[in-house]
T-cell receptor
Framework: NAGVTQTPKFRVLKTGQSMTLLCAQDMNHEYMYWYRQDPGMGLRLIHYSVGEGTTAKGEVPDGYNVSRLKKQNFLLGLESAAPSQTSVYFC??????????????FGPGTRLTVL | TQLLEQSPQFLSIQEGENLTVYCNSSSVFSSLQWYRQEPGEGPVLLVTVVTGGEVKKLKRLTFQFGDARKDSSLHITAAQPGDTGLYLCAGDNYGQNFVFGPGTRLSVLP
């Protein structure tokens, strides 16, 4: 099993460009999440999904959109990238919901730089 | 102001030393998790503590959840270079928020 995979691993964008980050999981998890990680800030939740066809906003959703058309995939889109979106993005999945008694499984991350 | 604070922010020690890192909050948490993140990878769950005062041991790692459920500590005995990484605590305050702390970056030198 591959667990949680993310593509691409690295990307450099110019301000105003758009891109989509792809997350895939093979554990048949209902719940999937997108986080961003910045120095000194920990992981902050951008959007999440409680099942195929559903999405919800997290702590820092502005400037991002998501889609969960298939249970195993969760896409994160940036319509018009800004330098403030330079970060490392992590996708995660879990069998149960977002609570600290549930284990989240994380992908290896995507390092995005917006110039 | 972050819901979860971690200290110290950075820690560099020699192999064989003991260390303790802390996770603190002014809020009460239903449970807390500790994750370890190695460079270039995503976090991996180490332990979940759910009962106030609970102590869990994982080989050389000892985790404690405070009696008031507002804090937790991670103690490593005889640290090894393989313990190097970013240690993150995470928790939810009874369904209101699920948050990660900023992390403690540990470097164990051979």
């Amino acid at each position: 099993n591959a667990g949680v995979t993310q593509t691409p691993k690295f990307r450099v964008l110019k301000t105003g460009q758009s891109m989509t980050l792809l997350c895939a999981q093979d554990m048949n998890h209902e719940y999937m999440y997108w986080y961003r990680q910045d120095p000194g800030m920990g992981l902050r939740l951008i959007h999440y999904s409680v099942g195929e066809g559903t999405t919800a906003k997290g702590e820092v959703p502005d400037g991002y959109n998501v889609s969960r058309l298939k249970k195993q995939n969760f896409l994160l889109g940036l319509e018009s990238a800004a330098p403030s979106q330079t970060s490392v993005y992590f996708c995660a999945s879990s069998y149960l919901g977002l609570a600290s008694y549930n284990e989240q499984f994380f992908g290896p991350g995507t390092r995005l730089t917006v110039l | 102001t972050q819901l979860l604070e971690q200290s110290p922010q950075f820690l560099s020690i020699q192999e064989g030393e003991n260390l303790t890192v802390y996770c603190n909050s002014s809020s009460v948490f239903s449970s807390l998790q500790w994750y370890r993140q190695e460079p270039g990878e995503g976090p991996v769950l180490l332990v979940t503590v759910v009962t106030g005062g609970e102590v869990k041991k994982l080989k050389r790692l000892t985790f404690q959840f405070g009696d008031a459920r507002k804090d937790s500590s991670l103690h490593i005995t005889a640290a090894q270079p393989g313990d190097t990484g970013l240690y993150l605590c995470a928790g939810d305050n009874y369904g209101q928020n699920f948050v990660f702390g900023p992390g403690t970056r540990l470097s164990v030198l051979p």
